[in-house]
T-cell receptor
Framework: EDQVTQSPEALRLQEGESSSLNCSYT??????LFWYRQDPGKGPEFLFT???AGEEKEKERLKATLTKKESFLHITAPKPEDSATYLC????????????FGAGTRLAVHP | EPEVTQTPSHQVTQMGQEVILRCVPI?????FYWYRQILGQKVEFLVSFYNNEISEKSEIFDDQFSVERPDGSNFTLKIRSTKLEDSAMYFC????????????FGDGTRLSIL
């Protein structure tokens, strides 16, 4: 069964303290792995798509990487405005277009 | 930047009543989706829709649920006879194409069943 597990569930950082969020996945054949940011009461906001092992994508303080079994979202020198829940989702080759989400990591960045 | 819009933002309904949740996908997108998120749980896929047909649905999407694209801009989710367990955030999403293209989400409708 296709599955996505994210860790940690919650992460508290001081402003400027870099860290990484993990997304482990099991999927019959990966079509794409997606990172989203979700603010309270809002819908998921698209950040990155990764397609194959070794791929990396960057946007401001965020960098996403992909291996055959997991993805990492690296946050460099975070700011309080980076506080949100970060969701990882996979799309399987045989699953049409549906996204399978992990439970997310709640990130709190304190000044 | 184009965005997916959903109405209403909050819907309160008595158990057993019908509800219709509305979405306006991004205008040049061809694939449309509904997901739901029960409080404190994962975002779950409900249904995908393309070319006026359901292309995939989950086990959650039973006969009580239906989707429709009544015109060129709207995409709706109908729940015929709501249950307490239907209380959740319902998200609409759209994508330009398939094959690993990102899905863009609206801000959701919070459905509360009393």
């Amino acid at each position: 069964e296709d599955q996505v597990t994210q860790s940690p569930e919650a992460l508290r950082l001081q402003e400027g303290e870099s860290s990484s969020l993990n997304c482990s996945y099991t999927v019959s054949g990966l079509r794409g792995l997606f990172w989203y940011r979700q603010d309270p009461g809002k819908g998921p906001e698209f950040l990155f798509t990764l397609y194959s092992a070794g791929e990396e994508k960057e946007k401001e303080r965020l960098k996403a990487t992909l291996t055959k079994k997991e993805s990492f979202l690296h946050i460099t020198a975070p700011k309080p405005e980076d506080s949100a829940t970060y969701l990882c989702a996979v799309q399987a080759r045989d699953g049409y277009n549906k996204l399978i989400f992990g439970a997310g990591t709640r990130l709190a960045v304190h000044p | 930047e184009p965005e997916v819009t959903q109405t209403p933002s909050h819907q309160v309904t008595q158990m057993g009543q019908e509800v219709i949740l509305r979405c306006v996908p991004i205008s040049n997108h061809l694939y449309f989706y509904w997901y739901r998120q029960i409080l404190g749980q994962k975002v779950e896929f409900l249904v995908s829709f393309y070319n006026n047909e359901i292309s995939e649905k989950s086990e959650i999407f039973d006969d009580q649920f239906s989707v429709e694209r009544p015109d060129g801009s709207n995409f709706t989710l109908k729940i015929r006879s709501t249950k307490l367990e239907d209380s959740a955030m319902y998200f609409c999403a759209s994508s330009e194409s398939t094959g690993g293209q990102p899905q863009h989400f609206g801000d959701g409708t919070r459905l509360s069943i009393l």
